[in-house]
């Protein structure tokens, strides 16, 4: 009896052992399977979800099994988790190797892996479907609108909501009234990226870049400007300003930012824009 329940111990010690191992190769780059001999890694892989094995341990083996494109085996461990942050994730991850993004998406949300949310949205809009992409950022939008310790993650969706709302303008005729709504809608997002956090720079000109697409040269203006006193040692607001003043007809005001612009980042793909637009 004694050798039994010695054991029982030593395989139960091997096992969180085991789990203790494998978290820590789960934070490295790479599988962690790599940090265990061959033949352990795959009998662990082998063993059958339904054993009384540590959480740590199973969240590890259903996040290997994803890896090794098993969703069936990972699925079986997943469901053996207790609720929890790790759970919600894995059944994201799952979602998506079953290409149900909207489902992956809702997942991340309510783990808060705002990261793998985004992601999930940049994926669809990287494989063309922007309204897909459109729609899953703005069931984002709506979740974190409801949490006031989300301001920067509202912020940060509201961007990326401009940037696809841009994205779908592009593929419109220009002239058209659609094409005019999607980008007065960019322009909404932006405005109110900029009003949760009005001292990105990175929002501000967005903000400003829009405006001159639709021809608010006096809005465009005062957002460039905003930009500037953010970042004083930032190129691309001044860059801004010369196109708006070029814009207007001013060439000298134009050339003057211009100027001013290129001493600070001269290679900057919005200095050597205007650089183009005035004539060198």
Known sequence: ???????????????????????????????????????????????????????ALRIVLARHDLERGDAALAARNVARLSPSRDRLVLEGLLAEARHEPAAAVADYLAAGDLGRVQAAIDGLAARGDLAGALALERAAIARLSGDRTQADALAEAQFRLGELLQARAYRLRPGTAAFRAAEESALEAYLRATALAPLSLRYLLALGNQQLNLAQIGAAERSFARARDVDPTSAEPLAGLADAALRRGERGAARAYLERARALAPSSPAVLRVQRRLGG
């Open 1 to 55: 009896m004694v050798c039994i329940v010695a054991a029982l111990v030593a395989a139960l010690g091997f096992v969180q052992g085991l789990a203790s191992v494998a978290l820590r190769g789960d934070a490295l780059p790479g599988s962690w399977v790599r940090l265990v001999p061959a033949p352990l890694a795959a009998r662990v892989d082998a063993l059958d979800p339904a054993l009384p094995l540590p959480e």
